[in-house]
C-alpha cells in the first residue's frame, strides 16, 4: 500500500495511505461545483490508483501536495495555480473565499456606529433608517478563469445580501481600486495574479467606505483584516452548501472607467509639448488600450502598442515569464522602438498595476560595444530602467511642485527617496514591503516601491498604478526633450545632488520551501563579515521589529562605506532576495563624464557585494 505525508490543516494525520488520501480527494469531487475540476482529479486519482511505476507516484505526490491544507488567504489575498483541490484556485476555493469575506462583512458593518446594532436588534425606531447593505466591487483581468471567479463572487456576494458591482469588461487591477474609493464601496475584489506566471490565478481584497478609516481606505488589506477574514472563509459551508444568487447585482456603465481616464488625465501638464514617440507594450495583459486612450487623451499621437503582444492573451505566448522585470520580456518593444526610432518604451505587467520604462543611454551604447566587439546590435543602447530610477525620478518630479506632505518607500528601496524628501522640505517614511503598507501612509504624496510600483496620485488610488505613473514618465521625458535632455540626464542631476545611488537584486530560488527558512537562520548565524571589502559595522534582525516597524522576516546589513543588503524571503515566490544598494559621492558640478565614472566604480562595487551575497547564500553568482 502506498503511504503519502500529509499537512492537512483540518486535522489528517501526517502519515496516510493512499485509501485515506483518496477518500478526502473523493470528498472534494462530490462538493466541487465545476465539472472540469472533477474530471481533473477524478482523472488524477485513477492514475495514483493504478500502481503504474513512476506515473502512479508522481500522480499521488501530486494529490498530496494539492490536499497538504488549504491555500493560505492572508495579506496578498490568494494566489496560486489553477488546478482542483484545496490548495490550488479553483472555483470551490474561490466560493468559499467569497463567503467569508461576504460573512466579515456583514457581521463588522452590521452594527456599525449611527444604528448601534439596532436594527440587528430591533430596537431601531420607525424612523430611524437601518446601516446601508455592505458595497462591494468586483474587478477581474483577462486571465483564464477570471471571469468565471468574478461571476462567482458576485454571485455569493449578493446571495449573501451584500450590494454587488461587478466591473463590465476585463480591466487593470488600478481601476478596480480607483472603483473601490470613488463609488464608496466598502470592499473590492480584483481577480488577477498580476505578473504570475499564466497557469496562476489570484484574488486581491481592498477595503473601504465604512470598513477601515483614514488613509486605509480603498488600500489592500493589513493585520488584523487578513486573519478576520481568514477565520470567516474557515467558517464557511462546503463549496457545494455556499447560497449563490443568480443575479441581483449590478453591471457597471462606462462611467467608471471614463471617471478613471479624466481622474488620470488631470495629471497631464500643458507646459510638455507633445512630441515624443512612444511604444507601448501590455505583454498580453488588460493595460494596452487604456494606457493608450491616457496618452492619447494627454495629446500624444505618436503611440505605438507592441502587435504581437497588444491584445490581451492568458497564454502569454511571446513571454517566458509576464514581468518587466524578468530577461527577455520587454525585448520585443525594444526591437520595435528601435525600428522606429522611439523615444521611449512604456511596458506594463498583465494587470497594468506595474511600469517599466526602457530609454536610450550613451552609456548603454559604449557597454554594449565594447563586450561584443563593436557591434551594437539592433537595440543598440536602449536599457530598462531600475525600479529605484523610476521611483527617484518620480519622486523629485512630485517633490519639487508639492508644498507639504510624505515621500514612501520600502524598506528595500533605494534610500535616495528619503534624500529627496528631505532636499524639498517633505517628509519621509520607510514602509514593510508591498503596497498595502506604502499606500495607506498618513499624508502620502508619492509613494513607490523598487518592484516597479509607484502611486503618484493617492486621493484616487491607494495602490500602485503602472497607467498614471506611464502618463507622468512620458510627459516628463518629453518635457526633457525639448530642452535637448533625457531621463539619464535627469537621473545624473539627481547623483550631483544626492549622490550615486546604485541597486540590485539578487535571488537564490529553492525547490525545497524548508531550505527557505533554514537560509535565512543560517545568514542570521553567521552574517558576511564584509561587502565588497567594507566592514559591516550593523547588522539588524528586521524580526525584532525595528525604525517603528512590525515585525518582519529580514535582515539588514550595513557596510561602511555607506553599502547596503536587505535579504528576505520572497512574499509570492519560492526565493530569497538580497536587494543591493551602494552609494558613490558625486561632486554637485561634476561633469558627464565623471557621474559616468562614478556609476563604473558603483557597478564594480555592486558586482563584488553580488559575488559575497552568492556565496553567503550558496549560490552561483550570476
Known sequence: ?????????????????????????????????????????????????????????????????????????????????????????????????????????????????????????????????????????????????????????????????????????????????????????????????????????????????????????????????????????????????????????????????????????????????????????????????????VLRGAGYHDVFLVPEQAEPDPAFPTVAFPNPEEPGAIDLSLAYAQTLGADLVIANDPDADRCAVAVKDHRAVLDHAKNSGGDTGPQEGWRMLHGDEVGALLGELVASSATSGLLASSIVSSRLLGRIATAHGLDHASTLTGFKWISRVDGLVFGYEEALGYCVDPAQVRDKDGISAALRMVQLADTLKAQGRTLVDALDDLARAHGLHLTDQLSARFTDLAQIPATMQRLRTAPPASLAGSAVVETVDLSDGVDGLPPTDGLRLLAEDGSRVIVRPSGTEPKVKCYLEVIVPVAGDASVDEVSEARQVASARLQAIRADMSAALGIAPA
Not at 494566489?79 to 476555493?93: F, K, L, S, Y
Not at 430611524?128 to 455592505?134: N, Q, S, T
Not at 451584500?162 to 475584489?189: I, K
Not at 447560497?243 to 510638455?272: H, N, Q
Open 1 to 293: 500500500m502506498t503511504s503519502t505525508e500529509s499537512t492537512d490543516s483540518t486535522g489528517a494525520t501526517a502519515t496516510e495511505d493512499l485509501d485515506a488520501l483518496a477518500r478526502r480527494v473523493e470528498a472534494w469531487i462530490a462538493d466541487d461545483p465545476d465539472a472540469f475540476s472533477r474530471n481533473e482529479l477524478t482523472a488524477l486519482l485513477a492514475t495514483a490508483r493504478s500502481g503504474e511505476e513512476h506515473v502512479g507516484d508522481a500522480a499521488v505526490e501530486d494529490l498530496r501536495d494539492r490536499f497538504a491544507g488549504s491555500l493560505q488567504f492572508g495579506t496578498a489575498g490568494l494566489r496560486g495555480a489553477m488546478q482542483a483541490g484545496p490548495n490550488r484556485m479553483n472555483r470551490a476555493v474561490i466560493l468559499r473565499a467569497a463567503a467569508g469575506l461576504a460573512a466579515y462583512l456583514v457581521g463588522s458593518l452590521g452594527d456599525e456606529a449611527g444604528a448601534e446594532g439596532g436594527h440587528k436588534h430591533g430596537l431601531l425606531h420607525r424612523h430611524e433608517a437601518a446601516p446601508a447593505r455592505p458595497k462591494i466591487v468586483v474587478g477581474y483581468d483577462a486571465r483564464h478563469n477570471s471571469h468565471t471567479y468574478a461571476l462567482d463572487s458576485a454571485a455569493v456576494f449578493t446571495a449573501a445580501g451584500l450590494d454587488v458591482v461587478l466591473l463590465p469588461s476585463a480591466l487593470p487591477t488600478p481601476v478596480l481600486a480607483f472603483a473601490v474609493r470613488h463609488l464608496d464601496a466598502d470592499a473590492g475584489v480584483m481577480v488577477t495574479a498580476s505578473h504570475n506566471p499564466p497557469a496562476d490565478n489570484g484574488y486581491k481584497v481592498y477595503l473601504g467606505g465604512r470598513a477601515v478609516t483614514g488613509s486605509g481606505q480603498g488600500a489592500q488589506i493589513v493585520p488584523p483584516f487578513d486573519a478576520l477574514i481568514a477565520a470567516k472563509i474557515a467558517a464557511a459551508p462546503a463549496a457545494a452548501q455556499v447560497p449563490r444568487a443568480e443575479d441581483g447585482w449590478s453591471i457597471a456603465g462606462p462611467d467608471v472607467l471614463e471617471a478613471y481616464l479624466a481622474s488620470v488625465g488631470r495629471l497631464a501638464v500643458d507646459e510638455a509639448p507633445r512630441d515624443l514617440k512612444i511604444v507601448v507594450t501590455p505583454l498580453h495583459g488588460v493595460g494596452g488600450a487604456v494606457v493608450e486612450s
